[in-house]
């Protein structure tokens, strides 16, 4: 497969050269039929590229024909306003991967997607459409969307894992059956990880991370980091934080169409935390090369138009985030050897592209680059093995003798400086949590909500006393955020409230005042009428009122008096336990779980692209 690519991209480069039409005469006749000029034209080529004449002629009948196709499909789709749309199938469909659909482009996602599972036989709940790197909305026209005449179109057929596809089973009727059922929870389990990762993402760290999980941002140590974006992109990078995570646990798996959405989902929300912070981090890049390598491994890397800007965008962001010779990893972390890991599946898939380009040159370079890179990070067994046996895991051991150039006592005192570290950094991180807890604690006593609290403790980085101040600075943070049905100004504010507030010295007018703002919370309407000396700053002031005060104390049997500042409903209450734990268990708890690449895949496909370089030059 990748041969005829790489061949078929080296005949496009010649016909461009020559300026040959393969779809006019003489090499096309009046009636569409291939013209003898094009056997004459497959003996050149094939003296030129030292191949069989009947292969080349088979790949230039093959792009003749494909011309004539768009031709045809571009008269139609002007006259009649039907897109054709070319379809890359799951590689079971052998021969037949290649395929054209043709539709108007006002239909739903929706209807596309049965017209492809009925055209192809699919299970229309078990595939997934992905057309310019998105996957496809089934709830919007494909006009809506972007997809225009003559795109490409990927068709991910959601598989059950290796492992379960070998089961055997004795009834073929009832082993359908059971797939059928699989395929659908693959399905829910997609949509259950987006739920999960969305509630994740929405939890604050106040919260007690045994009792209720969060996503945090932590650096390179390990150390949770506060990055200045604005909340909505903070939560973008969480949610793209979090799919990255899950797609790379099924990539682990070899799933690689259940991987691929997660990871164009990831693509996605990274894109909204803007530029600077794209190429100021690693993960993007790291990203990237997984996208790039799942669309390899699904043998669909033609249908990523971009692969080589992905690939190039990657190398950028590493040479900013490491350093242009990896100076800034030495600086923080001891030694790049780890990252090296990243840099050979970079430059293999580098190679690839090129090769399938029919850039052979450039491609021998990189290729060459990542056997080097493999046989200086090859890690022989017999030293994992010595590691395992003094208590270390598998992963330990080779990120440790890659980190220590594979000398076996520096990896071992390498991982126990490192446990060391972690675990200090865990108590510091714990004690921290504590504080802000407790803080916030402290700050609901005093009457203001959770969620002022949070945000002027943020802004305070952490200094309670600033914290009030920022509170009291600026009214509308000290605004209730109850779910209360009851806007402020027809809040009945109890004559006993009031009473109360006069006889510390206020004025009954502000004293009603204040306290219908904060619905009845007398300490909140005290410390903001002695911050404000006695009356409402006009953001807190509401239109008077003709409302007289109301004698029945159960008005205030809502005040959040005796409860002041609690957020309503229960974190809990909104956890889908199935959910949030289904994220928990793909979330790796080595932060360098991303470097821990085995190599044995890439050992195989470097061997295998080397070998069709070494038969261009037989």
């Excluded at 900013?320 to 001891?334: A, P, S």
């Amino acid at each position: 497969m990748a041969q005829r690519k790489h061949l078929a991209a080296k005949l496009k480069s010649y016909l461009r050269e020559d300026k040959i039409q393969l779809w006019k005469q003489p090499y096309t006749s009046s009636n569409k039929e291939a013209g003898e000029e094009l056997k004459v034209l497959a003996q050149q080529y094939a003296v030129k590229l030292n191949y069989n004449d009947n292969e080349v002629e088979a790949i230039l009948e093959e792009i003749r024909h494909k011309a004539i196709e768009r031709g045809t499909g571009n008269e139609a789709y002007k006259t009649t306003g039907v897109a054709t749309l070319e379809v890359a199938l799951p590689p079971r469909l052998g021969k037949t991967r290649k395929s054209v659909l043709e539709t108007k482009l006002v239909v739903m996602g929706k209807e596309l997607r049965s017209q492809i599972a009925q055209t192809y036989g699919f299970e229309e709940n078990c595939i997934k459409i992905i057309i310019n790197k998105k996957q496809l909305d089934l709830g919007k026209t494909l006009e809506e969307q972007g997809v225009t005449h003559n795109v490409k179109v990927m068709v991910l057929e959601l598989k059950l894992s290796e492992e379960e596809t070998r089961k055997k089973v004795k009834e073929e009727e009832l082993q359908h059956e059971e797939e059928n059922v699989k395929k659908k929870e693959m399905n829910k389990r997609m949509q259950r990880t987006k739920k999960g990762l969305e509630i994740l993402a929405e939890r604050e760290d106040s919260l007690d991370p045994d009792t209720a999980p969060y996503l945090d941002i932590a650096n390179q140590t390990g150390r949770t980091i506060r990055i200045p974006l604005q909340a909505k992109k903070v939560g973008a990078l969480l949610l793209a934080m979090g799919y990255h995570e899950k797609g790379r646990a099924l990539l682990k798996k070899k799933e690689y169409a259940m991987a691929l959405p997660f990871l164009l989902d990831a693509d996605t929300h990274f894109c909204e935390c803007g530029s600077d912070l794209l190429t100021t981090v690693d993960n993007y890049a790291v990203l990237q090369l997984d996208i790039v390598w799942c669309y390899f491994r699904l043998g669909q890397l033609d249908c990523l138009d971009d692969a080589e800007k992905k690939l190039l965008a990657a190398h950028d962001c590493f040479r900013k985030c490491y350093g242009e010779n990896h100076e800034r990893l030495v600086t923080i972390k001891g030694s790049s050897g780890r990252e090296k890991a990243l840099f050979l599946r970079l430059y293999l898939l580098q190679g690839i592209s090129h090769y399938h380009n029919g850039k052979e040159k450039e491609a021998a370079e990189y290729l060459q680059k990542a056997r080097g890179l493999f046989q200086e990070l090859y890690i022989d067994p017999e030293k994992v093995s010595s590691l395992l046996l003094l208590g270390f895991s598998a992963q330990e051991a080779r990120l440790g003798l890659r980190a220590c150039d594979g000398n076996v006592d520096h990896a071992a005192s390498h991982i126990s400086s490192r446990r060391e570290e972690k675990a200090q950094i865990k108590k510091e991180e714990s004690a921290k949590r504590r504080k802000r807890q407790a803080d916030i604690h402290t700050l609901k006593g005093m009457g203001y909500t959770e969620r002022a609290a949070k945000e002027a403790l943020h802004n305070a980085k952490g200094d309670l006393e600033l914290a009030v101040k920022i509170m009291l600075d600026n009214p509308q943070l000290l605004l209730p955020d109850y779910d209360d049905p009851v806007s402020g100004d027809q809040y009945q504010v109890s004559q006993e409230s009031i009473a109360q507030l006069v006889y510390m010295g206020f004025n009954p007018e502000a004293a009603q005042q204040a306290l219908r703002v904060f619905k009845g919370n007398v300490q909140l309407a005290v410390q903001t009428l002695v911050h404000y000396e006695g009356s409402l700053p006009p953001d807190l002031q509401t239109p008077s009122e003709s409302t007289t005060p109301s004698d029945d104390s159960s008005s205030s049997k809502d005040s959040p008096t005796d409860s002041a500042g609690t957020s309503g409903a229960s974190t809990d209450e909104d956890m889908d336990v199935d959910a949030v734990n289904e994220i928990l268990e793909d979330i790796p708890e080595h932060e360098e779980d991303y470097l821990d690449l085995t190599l044995e895949e890439e050992e195989i496909v470097i061997n295998e692209y080397l070998s069709y370089l070494k038969h261009l030059h037989v």
